[in-house]
Structures are given as structure tokens and as C-alpha cells.
């Protein structure tokens, strides 16, 4: 039996059947359907509706509200159909895909990092032939013809193949300019496929297409694939934000067909948005992009592939697959040439994925069997590896996504508006903060939430427990839903007249996340009997800012208390992985031997790593030894 | 402009624009369209309708027939729309496909041929393996712990691979049965794919496809791939007859891209209506088949994968491919699981293809490095291989398709109703004749025409240059269409009352095929320093019949005066060599071994070949020193 629902303002409705989910009937009418960051648990309320008018279930109760009576406040992805019913969507309830300020969160690619244009090979190559004259005293047909100079053109010794597509238009192509063709090769390793064919040695233009997929954020990399050069860059958020946040919930809303088919549509939609936008700008169509390379942790690939990701949340974590081999741009789904080749980041476990080994592409892990460094990646999820070219490991810890501004009651992306970096005195008298893009700030991003934390520290404004201190400024003290919270900017001072407020629960959030980051590093260091003395250099990528003050970094027990000078920050080094990848295929083969020798260590079953955690959750740790800059500081 | 065109007696109708074929207007609303036996070039006559009224065009003249006027004769392949129009379908003009007689002309595969049990390897294969059980200590993906076990059952160290279908029931299918699962790997010599996986070891039925596509007949045999076992066979004419009845009408008629499609369209119909029946009958399903290996002529495989086949025809003779590499069957558009292999017998070149290196598989020559075997393939067209395991040589005459029945007017396939043996005296009083099926006759098939033939010549009933003796008995002489022809069976004794008649033209067009084959034999000898005496055993490959008297078809030097014993018939020798490709993995190294070493001769390029053809003209031959013992047996 299926029942109208319609939902105010827009007065759009859907049909649907009794018991359908109210959150799932509204994404059916509403192109971003409503923001379920704790994916549809009803812990995160932000997907909260009114029922104006009809009915609804709730955990097998109805609730009827009649015309014009008071409406009914619901959690949309907690109630059922269960008659006719007209829902009003409350306004902020939903996040549209607001686009991200163009390149702002992508660095630039190092230079030292770049192969040379003459050192450019992508998978699917291009190369102008020219096939011997068919005579009558050669017998072959069109295909060993052509076969024999791919194979010379390749410098390779691989079985040449070639689809239905390219056979049947192969005699003509190769008889309209006397032989001379131009044709793209792809060279999975085992086989030389032929997967295109044109008459001729027309100039061609081949577009790359590196990508990035994170848990909250999409990046891609528009490549000039002659010249080696990046074109045009795009990010934007994951579309798949509005059914959850972080990834547990997103593995936790996928569990069905249906919505593993969501999953990976919404996702396709925001990668096949963004090819499409660096395209347009670039002047270059889909049918030009023969190659793109992909990186994203485990469950991002296993939701764009539509494989089923719950495997990956329970014991033993375990994913369908780690490194999916080469596959066509129309199997995935993506905007490039059909027989386009993708390629992926080869990931090491549930939790250590393609964008890991991407980002560590970029690092002297590849070739110094030396010095030992350490890489963090400080996204929706913190990843941590260390070691050289000689040993490699890797893990990962929850540190969820509080540092992409997730969960903190000011928190938002380093978008337009984010304040990024924050002073102030001891009285907070003068507030000192850096907005991204200028004018009054609407919130804090992840860089500027290291800043805060730091400064209110050093400004003895929080304990080192983190709770406001009895000395911090009476005049900024306020309370929200039962907790002690400091306002930071003023209504007045602020966007929209909104006050940005940071609570305590927001401070020990904060503290859990960047506690389960040190004591990750913490404790792998212990594991191979090193200190972070014996670290050469520290690499942090990660999505959470343009800049990251490394300083207050230190001071809120992040990072650690060593020479500032051995921090580089690698911005997204997950997409300057793929673009290197996606380019060379020298750096294709460092990457699957990077991903194959690095030693997957699962933190939640040593039971050190509690103990490590536990005492890392003091600013900036129990130990104030391990901190010896940041006691001298201190206010 | 569209008219509209009515066929009678069906007065069914179709709308076609201005200038189309009427042939092609047919096609539309008979199943069967019209035989164009030419291939459209108006030569056969075999599309003959009447224009029963309104208006039809004819090279660029306007023809008119009014209501009830009388009806104009016209050839449907040359005329074209000009105005609405009745046409009436003379019957006898077209050919519906009419069933072979099951099994007839599919010889049974020699025992010593097959491979034991033991042996069987089709390229897809099933294994039972038992995966690792996922684990905490083991950081690998569902794919990598099946990844190991498939390269263990497999024996061969290739990257193992896996398309989206399979990858996405993977976690469920591996913990269904705690890691038992039944999968099928194709192993094409460069990489392990994985085509199915399902959970447990549930008992598989793997049946296996073997086809034969003749440009006339088309044959499968259905195979159980656990115990290499004919399960069922089945054969049916190639349902392209009716655009054609030779190669070359077939790649002319295929001109466009359209009639490409039709043709296409055509054969496959042909083929899955064969697999349909014999699965059909062995209460299987098309799930149930991963393995499918096609044989054909170059043509034949051109046609049936959508390759324009121009080229083919036209010097130098250049297939687009010779050996397809392998391809689903749904690529190839066959009733198969979608994701099963086809593999394709490799051919030579233009004139020498996979349906006679399938036949050569059944010879010696894949093993015997000392005696020379000539291989003599009569079809539709004639092909000959000279050679053993040291050398081997191949050619194509164009012999036509009278030992086929086709371009002979009273030839008919091997099918119910056709004479295969004929036996007269000299004042042909006593006429004998075996007719298959038994009962009235209604032609005479490739092995009758060779009966028929020595025996008139031994009877003195025809001269050496293939005209009616004087000596002839005049009750059996008349004449068709001014020449003189032999009344065979009278019309009291033939079906249907319709006597069967071989004219002076027929005798004239089977006496130039014997003659393109026999030259074709001779020249290859000469180039090689042999002659026939050097042979040691002569096989025999084609569709013409059942069974070929050998003692006949030396009278009247198709075959060459040798000991009888060294004759071997083989039947349909490329459907048990595409048998033999589909269930050993030998035998398919073994055929592309010896598809790579054979050196393709284009007679038609040797000045010589001509001469030997002209004296091969003759009953038996112009040079009767060759054939001692006809000499000495004639009348």
C-alpha cells in the first residue's frame, strides 16, 4: 500500500510504500535529500522535519497530527510511512553541495616530484604507427599488421589484444592513409590492448584525470598527459556527506542493494561533476581522457565500485578487495572516453587505503633506506606510517573527523568563512583570527581549531585537562544545553549575527582525536624501539586547512615536541600520488611495491595503544617531559 | 517518400522509401526474405516475384502494372521502390531453414582423438578451493585470500584478475560457506580471471559448446566438460544462405553497414537457435555454459563477429583478423552465460581459415614429422593442406559449391529426399540410386553428383570433356533451355512428380570444380618436388555428404588415382577439431602451433595454376597416364 508524502516548502511529494524510512522517501524529492551525518542512527538530529499534517510510525507507534494542530518534531531517518503525511523540512537541515573555493585545498605538486615530460607513460599510451602495405606476399591479416608495431611501438613483448569496437573499424582506419594510424595502448602488465584506432597522425589530445576520493572531500587533477602539466584542479565535497559523516556511518547507511546504488551514485555524481567542470574549462571533451587514476581509502573505493562495505567495520576488517585491478572508465561509471583505463591506489587494509600509499608515493619512503620518517594523514580518519625505504608500517586510528570540523559545534570546512588561524590574549580582550576569503567569519576549520586549541592553552584559558579555567574571562563564559562554552567571536562580530561558541565537550572532542593521533605515532615508534627523536622528518597531509601552525600544533600535543624544522606539510597528498601514478609508470610500480611492503598494524588489538591513548588525553600529554617546549611557553 | 509494398500470398506489408530494394522490403516482413543465392547480383533468378500492380523501378525505368492487368516477372534484388505496390512470391522462390536430419552429416569423433578424463581443460575451468578463514593476524582482502587459492589450483603463476560482477558478491559468496566456494577461471595465457564464484561445492553442470560455421551448414555438438562426452549435436543450414550461397556473394550482399548487421544478425540466429535446441534437449540451460569454440572459414567468423569482410575479396586478400583473440559470449552476442570464453580457431588467411586448421587438428600432422598427408576440404569452397609435423602448406581454390548441390539444377544439400549413390548400365534400363531418408527423390547431394558422375562417365553415358555421348540413350535425352540434358529419374519415380534432370551445363560446372580442386592438389605437389605417389594417406574433409565413394570420385579425377586404402573420410572434421580446442588445452597450443606454421599459397598468383586447371578439365584428367586404373575400367 503506498501513501503520498509531501514535504513543505517546497510542496514537492513522492508516493511510497508503508514502512519506507521518511529520510529515504525525501532524497526521492529533494536532490541532496536530508543530511544524515551519523548515517540514519538518529544520534546526530540533524535530519530533524516536522509532520504538519497525517501520519507516521515511530518504533511501531503512530502518530497522527490533524490539519492545523500543532506539528510534530521527528528524526526523519527515525520514522516510517504509515499513511498520507505532510513533512516541513526545517531550514538548515540539509547540506547542498556548497563548491569549494577552486584549488584552494590542493597544493601544488612539488617540482622535484614531476617525471619529465620525456618520462611520461600513463597506462593507456598514444602512439602514431605505421603498418607495413598489405601485399600479396605477406600474408597476414589487418590485426598482425598492426599488432607487430604496437609491440615494437611498446617496447614490450606482451600478447596484443583488441576489443569487438576496434576490430571493426580497424581495416578501414588502417587503409585511409596508407597504413598510418594513430592508436592508444593499454599495458595492464600481462596484455597489450589496442582500445582505440584512428587513421592518420591528426594531433592528439590526451587528458588525464587524477583523483582524489576522500570522506569528505573530492579532488581532481585535469593532466595534459603530453606535456605533463596539470591544467585545471577541482574540489568539492563527497556528495555522500548527507548520508553520513564519517565513514562508519556510511558503511551503516549502505547496508542495503538499494543504498549501496546511492552510495555509489552520489559519489559518481560529485567525481563525474568535477571531471566535468575541469573539462569544460579546459575545453576538452570526455572521449579525449583515456587514463585516470584513482585514489580514496578502502571504503570510498568499495562505495564508488558499489562492493559491499560492511565487512570492512567488523572483526576481523576485512575488505572485498585492496588493490582493484585496472577496470574502464564505463565499468566504474566515470566521465572518460568508455574504454578509458582507471586505474587505483593499491590500499594495505580496511583502514590503511590507496590514499595512504598515494600520499607516502610523494614522500623519500620510496627511495631513502636511511633516514625514517614519519607521515600523517590527518583527514576524516587519522592514518599513520613510518619507516624508509627499507621497512614500512602502517595504521590507522579512529580519530574521527573532528579536524575537518565534524562534530564541533563550530566546526565547518576550510571553506569560505572558516576561520583558519586564532590569537588572543589571557583576557580575551583581543581576539586576533584569519577568515578564509575575508569578512565575518561563520566557523572554524580544522587548521583554525589546532590554532584555538593552542592559543587558549598557551593563554592559559583551558586546562591542560581541557576544561575552561577558573582565570578565563567571566565576560566570555556562557553555557549551551548544560555545558561551560566560551564564546570566540561575538554576534556582532560574526556572519549572520550567530555567535561562535566552542563548549567543553567540543575541547574534549578535540583532545580524543588529537590523543588518538599522538598515541598512535606513540606507540608504533615503541614497536620498532625508536622515540620521535629518531624520526628524520615528519609529513602531514591531510584535508583539515590550507596552512597548519605547527607551533600550537606541538602545544596541544598533535605533533611532537621536535625541531619545528623537520615538519613539511604535504597538503593532498593522496592526489599528488594518483597524478604521479596516473603519469609514470615508474611511480605505478614504486606504488604497488610501496603498498605490498608495508606492515599493516592493527591498533585496537594491542593493548598498549589504551594506555598510550589515555595518556595523551592531557594537554599536551601526562608526560609533560615528552613536551619540554611547550612547558617553557606556557602562560 | 515511403510507399507501401504487399507481398501476396501473405498480404503482409511493409512502408519503405523510395529507391529501396524490393528484396530488402521483403527481408522486413518474411522471416526468410528471398533467396538471393547470388548475393543480390541478379544473377540466379532465384528472387523471381510478380508485380501483381502499381508501379516498380528497374534500372532507373518506371514500370507500371494496373489493377488486374497482367502481372510483370521481375527479380526482386534488381528492382527498387517507386510506388506503392502488390507483388506476388512465386513459390519455390525462397528457402526457409529446413532442419537437418540430426547428427546426419556430424561424424562421430574418433576415439583415439578424445582426451581422457583426466586431460580435460577447457580455458574456462571450475575449481572447488577452500579460502584462508578471514582473520585479525592476516591483513588481506577477500580478493587476495582468493587470489592464492586460485593461482594454487590453477598451477600458473599469472596476475589473477576480476571484473566488477564478481568482485561485488565476493564477501558474501567467501562467507556463505566459510570459505568454500566453486569458481570459474579463464585462463587465456597471460592472466587468471575469474569469471563466477558462487558459495559452497554445489555439484556444477559445465557444458561446453563446439560449433562448426560453414558458409552452408552450421554444426555444434553439445559437450558435459567433466566427462568430455557428446551430449548432443545438431546442424542446420546457415541461415545467411538466403543473401547468398557462396563467400563471395555473401561479402558482396554485406556491403553496408546495415546488411553487415543483417548477416550478422543471420548467422547468430542460426547458431543460437542450434545451441538453444541442443541444450534444449539435454535439459540444460544457457547459464550452465562457459565455454564455447567456434571453427569457420574467415568469412564465416568475419560475419559472425561484425568485421567488414571486403577486404577479404579484394587482392590482397587481407582478413581484418585471423586469429580473434578470446571473447565473452556476450561480446559475440551467443546463448551462453553472458560471461563465458569463446575461443576461436585461428585461421591462415583470407581462403585458409579456422574451420581447416580445426580439420588438419584431427591429422597427423600434429605429431607425424614423417609421412606426408594431403588434407582435401570439399565444402563450399575447396581448400587443401599438403604436410606433415615438419612443413605444412595450405591454398584455397575457388571451386564453387557444386559438390554442395548449389549452381547444379537438380543439387540439393544432404538432407531427406537427396540422392547419395547412383548406379546405372549403359542404356541406363536399370537405374539404382540411394536416397537419404529412403522414399520418392528429390535431387541429388555432393555425394551423389560424384556417383552420379563416374558412373555416367564409366558407362560411356558421357565423354571425357563432359558432353552427352552419342551412345547415350535417346528415351533419357531432352533438352532445358536449349541444352542437352539426361533425365535421371523420371517423374513417375521422383517427388512430387517433378523429374530430375542433370543438364550439360551442370556436368560443365562440376567438372571445372573437381577440376580448381584436383589442379589445386597437383601444383602444391609440384612446388614441394612431390607427387601423388609420395602421399601417404589423404584426408577428407567436407559437408557434401555422407559418405563419398572414393572408387567415383577417381573416375572422374577429383581424387587422385592412389591405393583406395590411403583415402580417409572425415566428415565434418572442423566441428571435432573445434571439439577437440574446447576440451584440451594441448590440443589448443597444438592448434595455434600449427595455424602459425602453415604457409598460405595464393594459387591464384602462380601462372602454372591455370595450366594445371585447363588440363584437369577432362574425365578423368587431359593426361590419362595419371589414371591407370579408370583407364583400364571404362566401358
Known amino acids: 500500500m503506498t501513501h503520498t508524502i509531501t514535504f513543505l516548502p517546497s510542496k514537492k511529494f513522492a508516493t511510497a510504500a508503508r514502512g519506507t524510512r521518511i529520510s529515504d522517501v525525501a532524497s526521492q524529492v529533494r536532490e541532496t535529500g536530508l543530511y544524515l551525518e551519523c548515517g540514519g542512527k538518529g544520534t546526530c538530529h540533524k535530519c530533524l522535519v516536522e509532520l504538519v499534517e497525517g501520519d507516521v510510525e515511530i518504533k511501531e507507534r503512530k502518530f497522527t497530527v490533524a490539519a492545523g494542530a500543532k506539528p510534530l518534531k521527528v528524526l526523519s531517518c527515525q520514522c516510517v510511512v504509515s499513511g498520507d503525511a505532510v513533512f516541513s523540512i526545517l531550514s538548515g537541515t540539509s547540506v547542498g553541495p556548497v563548491s569549494l573555493a577552486l584549488g584552494k585545498d590542493i597544493a601544488a605538486i612539488a617540482p622535484e616530484l614531476m617525471p619529465s615530460p620525456d618520462d611520461i607513460s600513463p597506462v593507456v599510451k598514444t602512439y602514431r604507427l605505421r603498418a607495413d602495405q598489405p601485399s600479396l606476399e605477406r600474408h597476414s591479416s589487418d590485426f598482425q599488421r598492426l599488432e607487430v608495431q604496437v609491440r615494437k611501438a611498446a617496447a614490450a613483448d606482451r600478447p596484443v589484444r583488441c576489443g569487438l569496437p576496434v576490430l571493426r573499424i580497424l581495416a578501414d582506419a588502417m587503409r585511409e592513409r596508407s597504413g598510418l594510424v594513430t592508436v592508444r595502448v593499454l599495458d595492464d602488465g600481462a596484455c597489450l590492448t589496442v582500445v582505440s584506432v584512428e587513421p592518420g597522425d591528426t594531433p592528439v589530445r590526451d587528458i588525464g584525470i587524477a583523483c582524489d576520493i576522500g570522506t569528505t572531500t573530492v579532488s581532481v587533477h585535469c593532466l595534459d598527459l603530453a606535456s605533463g602539466k596539470v591544467l585545471a584542479s577541482k574540489s568539492d565535497y563527497n556528495s555522500q556527506i548527507r548520508r553520513g559523516a564519517d565513514i562508519i556511518s556510511r558503511i551503516d547507511y549502505a547496508k542495503t542493494q538499494k543504498r549501496l546504488q546511492e552510495m555509489r551514485s552520489l559519489v559518481l555524481d560529485t567525481v563525474n561533476g568535477l571531471i566535468d567542470a575541469v573539462l569544460d574549462e579546459t575545453n576538452n571533451s570526455a572521449g579525449f581522457v583515456y587514463n585516470l587514476a584513482v585514489a580514496g581509502n578502502t571504503t570510498m573505493v568499495h562505495l564508488l565500485l558499489g562492493l559491499p562495505p560492511q565487512n570492512i ?23 572518460a572516453n568508455p574504454r578509458a583505463a582507471v586505474t587505483f591506489a593499491p590500499g594495505v587494509g580496511s583502514y590503511v587505503g590507496g590514499d595512504i600509499t598515494s600520499g607516502l608515493l610523494t614522500t623519500p619512503v620510496v627511495r631513502d633506506d636511511k633516514n625514517v620518517v614519519l607521515f600523517m594523514d590527518i583527514g576524516t580518519n587519522g592514518e599513520i606510517a613510518i ?13 574521527g573527523p573532528a579536524f575537518e570540523g565534524s562534530g564541533i559545534s563550530c566546526g565547518m570546512r576550510a571553506a569560505a568563512g572558516a576561520i583558519e588561524s586564532f590569537e588572543a590574549d589571557a583576557a580575551m580582550e583581543h581576539v586576533r583570527f584569519g577568515v578564509i576569503g575575508g569578512g565575518k567569519p561563520k566557523g572554524i576549520c580544522g587548521s583554525g581549531l589546532i590554532s584555538l586549541l593552542g592559543e587558549l592553552y598557551t593563554q592559559g584559558i583551558i586546562d591542560r585537562g581541557g576544561k575552561i579555567a577558573e582565570a578565563a574571562p567571566s565576560s566570555r563564559i556562557t553555557k549551551i544545553g548544560g555545558t ?61 586547512g590550507r596552512f597548519i601552525d605547527v607551533n600550537k600544533a606541538v602545544r596541544i600535543g598533535l605533533l611532537p615536541d621536535i625541531p619545528r624544522g ?27 611495491a610501496l603498498a605490498k611492503r608495508i606492515t599493516y598494524i592493527d591498533l585496537s588489538s594491542d593493548n598498549r595503544y589504551m594506555d598510550a591513548y589515555v595518556a595523551a588525553l592531557f594537554l599536551p600529554h601526562t608526560d609533560m617531559g615528552r613536551f619540554p617546549s611547550v612547558a617553557k611557553d606556557r602562560v
Open 313 to 335: 567495520r567488523e572483526s576481523p576488517y576485512m575488505p572485498v578487495v585492496n588493490a582493484p585491478c585496472i577496470m574502464t572508465a564505463e565499468e566504474v561509471g566515470l566521465h
Open 484 to 544: 561551560k562554552a566560551l564564546v570566540l567571536v561575538k554576534s556582532s562580530e560574526a556572519h549572520d549575527g550567530r555567535e561562535i561558541v566552542l563548549t567543553e565537550a567540543d575541547i574534549n572532542n578535540l583532545i580524543r582525536t588529537k590523543g588518538a593521533i599522538y598515541a598512535a605515532c606513540d606507540l608504533m615508534l615503541k614497536n620498532i624501539g625508536l622515540t620521535f627523536d629518531g624520526i628524520s622528518r615528519v609529513y602531514i597531509a591531510g584535508g583539515f
Open 387 to 399: 619507516g624508509n625505504a627499507e621497512f614500512l608500517m602502517a595504521a590507522a586510528c579512529s580519530a
Open 566 to 592: 623537520k615538519f613539511t606539510y604535504l597538503g593532498n597528498s593522496s592526489l599528488t600520488g594518483a597524478t604521479l601514478a596516473l603519469l609514470s609508470k615508474t611511480r605505478r610500480e614504486q606504488l604497488d
